[in-house]
């Protein structure tokens, strides 16, 4: 066990252990919601996160770190199959993947379905919140990508068998009000059981616009006058990526001088030849709003029939946050986020063209318009709903 930053002296009343499945070196949705929820409630209670690595935000935060064994897809998978089969065999391997130390808690927050045999494997009896930020029953899969496809079906055994009995949690958190009745009915659960606790985003940390710089940026990436539309987010198929690029192709041949800055929280294999595209990966979070900025228009291509009906993006908070126009599919989700915002262009979902001509339409409508978004998500702020996590925290602490 390692410890980041020693809180045993503290005469806190609640201790939480918070379990992430993730890598947590990139800042991808997930991690950007833990590190939220995490900075937002701990300097009122202990926490100990239990994670393979540590970003450089949480090492800014006063909590324990437990550092666990790789769990990397393969591991994870072995980890549910057996859990779903064996539990006792479940158990044990999820015992190994923390060293088989012991861990003293009040509180157990799994972040992810595939949270539940550590935690499980840890302990039976300690009170239990599985933080659901999707459904893997509402995750496309393609037969041309057999891993995850493979990983998408076996974890889509261990939801339902989870969630279709309610002892294997005592309470559930979901980012949204669609997905918490969309859950209590497809399984089952009283929604009393399930609290709605949405994503944020620290104001506090996003920084002003400034022209100055604003320019030089757009100069460094060799913009000379013309059009710069971004993307920043995960380049997968429900996401709407290949969307994207295919309404991309259609804008270039509209207006010649136009780039799509695509920002993405992970290594891209391939990279795309296209035109006009410029890549950035695993960028720091108060640099991507710099480049939010910089922008003409910002792009949420997510697609409907996906979980994305029901679960409104973290990155929509950072576009409205940074005031400039938004292109978007009309998933119900987004479609209540920016029912008040001004600079919007909401088009037909999952078509390509219609994401297309809503681009056209913005950088001809709407280039050079910018607003104070923070006012319209002051109530997304992490020191808000941080408050509501925190009374989750005491509410489960003390009905169980």
Request: charged fraction near 25%; aromatic fraction near 8%.
């Amino acid at each position: 066990m390692s410890l980041q930053r020693d809180c045993s002296s503290d005469k806190r009343s609640l201790r939480v252990l918070v379990i992430a499945p993730n890598d947590l070196q990139v800042y991808d949705g997930t991690t950007m919601r833990l590190i939220g929820s995490i900075t937002s409630v701990c300097s009122d209670i202990e926490i100990s996160l239990a994670s393979k690595n540590l970003n450089e935000e949480l090492k800014k935060c006063e909590l324990k770190w437990i550092k666990m064994k790789n769990i990397n897809p393969l591991t994870r998978l072995i980890v549910i199959t057996f859990y779903s089969i064996n539990r006792s065999l479940g158990k044990s391997i999820a015992l190994d993947l923390f060293g088989r130390q012991e861990i003293d808690c009040d509180l157990i927050h799994a972040h992810w379905i595939h949270s539940i045999p550590l935690a499980k494997g840890l302990s039976e009896e300690t009170p239990l919140l599985l933080d659901l930020h999707g459904l893997f029953e509402l995750t496309p899969v393609d037969l041309r990508a057999p891993h995850f496809w493979a990983f998408v079906r076996i974890s889509r055994v261990l939801e339902r068998i989870i969630l279709s009995n309610s002892n294997n949690f005592t309470n559930l958190i979901v980012p949204s009000l669609p997905l918490k009745n969309y859950i209590a009915e497809r399984f089952g659960i009283q929604k009393d059981k399930i609290f709605v606790i949405p994503d944020g985003l620290d104001l506090e940390k996003i920084p002003p616009y400034e022209e100055r710089s604003i320019s030089s940026l757009r100069e460094e990436l060799g913009l000379n006058g013309g059009y710069l539309i971004v993307y920043a987010g995960t380049p997968s198929f429900y996401h709407g990526f290949w969307d994207l690029l295919k309404a991309f192709k259609l804008v270039r041949r509209y207006l010649e001088n136009v780039h799509l800055l695509i920002i993405t929280p992970r290594h891209m294999r391939k990279k795309f030849d296209s035109e006009g595209i410029i890549f950035i990966e695993n960028v720091p979070k108060e640099r991507i709003y710099k480049y939010l900025y910089a922008s003409d228009a910002l792009i949420l291509p997510h697609r409907c029939g996906t979980q994305f009906e029901y679960l409104p993006s973290n990155k929509l908070l950072d576009y409205i946050a940074v005031g400039k126009p938004i292109i978007a599919y009309a998933t119900s989700s987004v479609t209540q986020a920016l029912e008040h915002y001004p600079l919007k262009k909401i088009v037909e979902c999952n078509n390509p063209s219609a994401l297309a001509q809503g681009i056209i339409e913005a950088l001809r409508d709407l280039r050079g318009a910018r607003i104070d978004g923070s006012k319209i998500i002051k109530e997304y702020d992490w020191r808000v709903i941080g408050k509501r996590l925190l009374e989750v925290y005491k509410n489960v602490r003390t009905i169980s």
